[in-house]
């Protein structure tokens, strides 16, 4: 690859003047037009690409954000991946992409990895055990900001959906249409969303005077196959006779769909669904299930405008902790 020095050769001029040119500052240092024209234009057609490593040395500024996940091939990290990486974009910055899978050691290795790049900032939905790893970032005045989930005790900015306020809208909905026996599926991840989520299932059973039968929730282990929580939920099914179900999350939803159907029950004749956060299978599954969605766009433009006003970007922004509302999307599954 060429260097700024050789670039400089070919134009005979200084490699300052090139280094001038290549980082906009032509006008500044009165380079003229048609000589910034003809460095660019050399820079170019040689395929030069300035050292992002050297950059970051001289500057002290990657211009990079490292954004960390629970697993990039769920449709919400999926989708809030992909604004976040446009939003960024409109400030001059680039994304680094991680997939934790909820794996507490990857974690861990993952954010120790990142910061020996020299990353300006952090983008992260937090795993089990990833508090200390977080708080070590702040200690270190790293601009951070925590999406889907926050951890008791730290001070860390975050961005997350009213769990509670979600389940009670799915629960509230299959009240209303007279259910009454109603299962909840969720997992074992030790994280204030899904507490926050089994909290708003037995609050929205009591405050409808309907008793909490521990019997009817089905807890699985996020490390589990698709296949064994399938098999987990149709047991659940076969004992406990629901007269409807809702899933904590998307992926168990799309499981208890498989479960449901296995069994060769109908929705909503013998059994009615909702499901927390949306899933695009769902618009399209006969018949169509409803969903409490989560406001991916909102948390996404929210979690980067937090951080760029760490940055210095923008202005400063107020808001250290945002807690969005659920949208109850209403189908035809109950």
């Known amino acids: 690859m060429i260097s700024l020095r050789q670039i400089a050769k070919k134009v005979g001029v200084s490699p300052a003047s090139v280094s001038f040119v290549l980082n906009g500052r032509h006008q500044e ?5 048609k000589l910034t024209e003809k460095i660019k234009r050399i820079a170019k057609k040689e395929g030069y690409h300035p050292n992002q ?14 954004l960390v996940v ?7 990290f999926a989708a809030l991946a992909s604004i ?20 507490m050691k990857k974690g861990k290795d993952l954010i120790r990895m990142l910061y020996q790049h020299q990353l300006d900032g952090y983008l992260i939905i937090p795993t089990e055990g990833m508090n200390r790893d977080i708080q070590l970032l702040m200690d270190r005045k790293k601009p951070l900001v925590l999406m889907d989930s926050y951890f008791a005790g730290t001070k860390a900015p975050y ?13 509230n909905y299959l009240v209303e249409k007279g259910y009454k026996r109603i299962a909840f599926v969720c997992n074992n991840l030790k994280l204030i969303q899904m507490k926050d989520r089994i909290k708003g299932y037995r609050k929205t059973l009591e405050e409808n005077n309907i008793k909490v039968d521990d019997h009817l929730i089905c807890t699985t282990r996020f490390s589990d196959s698709k296949e064994t929580i399938t098999s ?15 899933f904590a999350a998307n992926y168990l939803g799309v499981c208890g769909l498989d479960s449901i159907r296995s069994l060769g029950l109908s929705i909503p004749n013998d059994i009615g669904v909702v499901c927390f956060d949306d899933h695009e299978l769902f618009r399209f599954y006969n018949p169509a299930i409803t969903s409490v969605q989560q406001p991916v766009e ?18 400063h922004v107020e808001l250290k902790h945002a807690q969005l509302q659920p949208t109850l999307i209403e189908r035809y599954s109950a």
């Open 29 to 33: 240092m009165r380079i003229s037009p």
């Open 53 to 66: 490593a050297a950059i970051t040395l001289r500057t002290g500024k990657s211009k990079i954000i490292g």
């Open 70 to 76: 629970d697993t990039i091939s769920g449709s919400f």
């Open 84 to 103: 976040i990486e446009s939003e960024v974009e409109k400030f001059g910055f680039k994304v680094i992409y991680c997939s934790t899978g909820n794996s």
């Open 159 to 171: 961005v997350m959906v009213n769990n509670m306020s979600g389940t009670s809208m799915g629960m």
């Open 232 to 246: 987990q939920i149709s047991e659940l099914i076969t004992a406990t006779k629901p007269d409807a179900i809702m």
């Open 298 to 315: 909102e948390i996404a433009k929210t979690a980067v405008n937090m951080l760029m006003a760490q940055l210095g970007v923008i202005e």
